[in-house]
């Protein structure tokens, strides 16, 4: 799928919601949520390719696949996070939405535990 299409389902989506919303709400939410869920899946297809060229790079300059794998979990919870927390926002529900990014945050950071535990090793060498 193109920008282009990405973007039509994006303006068809929001003109569809604004006037769901004059005259029934909720429904106005689903579609909301729908049209965020096509977009991701079609972004996340059009990653694939992207994905591919980072595992292949990563082998031919030998970096542990490690860090990779890290590296794709975090990008994987900010996404879900993101469109998880402007869900909430459209239905009006702003608090519930920042602690769902709060917990993004924190799934970051535990994701992200091995790697600084790596980190604080080569700092450590280096030091004694």
Same mark, same amino acid.
């Given at each position: 799928?193109?920008? &282009? ?11 569809? !919601? ?12 689903? %579609? /909301?949520?729908? &049209?965020?869920?096509?977009?991701l899946y079609? %972004?996340l297809l059009?990653? !694939?390719?992207?994905?591919? =060229?980072?595992?292949? =790079? ?6 542990? /696949? ?7 979990? @975090?990008? $994987? %919870? ?12 459209? /239905?009006?529900? +702003?608090?519930? &939405?920042?602690?769902?990014?709060? $917990? +993004?945050?924190? @799934?970051? =950071?535990?994701? /992200?535990?091995? =790697?600084f535990r ?11």
């Amino acid at each position: 799928m193109n920008i &282009a299409s990405i973007v039509g389902i994006g303006i068809v989506a929001a003109a569809l !919601s604004a006037v769901m919303k004059k005259f029934g709400g909720i429904s106005s939410l689903f %579609v /909301s949520i729908a &049209a965020s869920l096509l977009i991701l899946y079609a %972004v996340l297809l059009s990653l !694939s390719p992207l994905i591919g =060229l980072v595992d292949e =790079l990563s082998q031919s300059a030998n970096a542990e /696949s490690a860090y990779i794998t890290i590296l794709m979990k @975090a990008l $994987a %919870v900010c996404f879900i996070t993101q469109l998880a927390a402007d869900s909430c926002r459209d /239905s009006g529900e +702003g608090a519930i &939405a920042s602690k769902i990014e709060l $917990a +993004g945050k924190t @799934a970051v =950071l535990l994701i /992200s535990v091995p =790697l600084f535990r790596s980190l604080l090793e080569i700092v450590k060498e280096l030091i004694l």
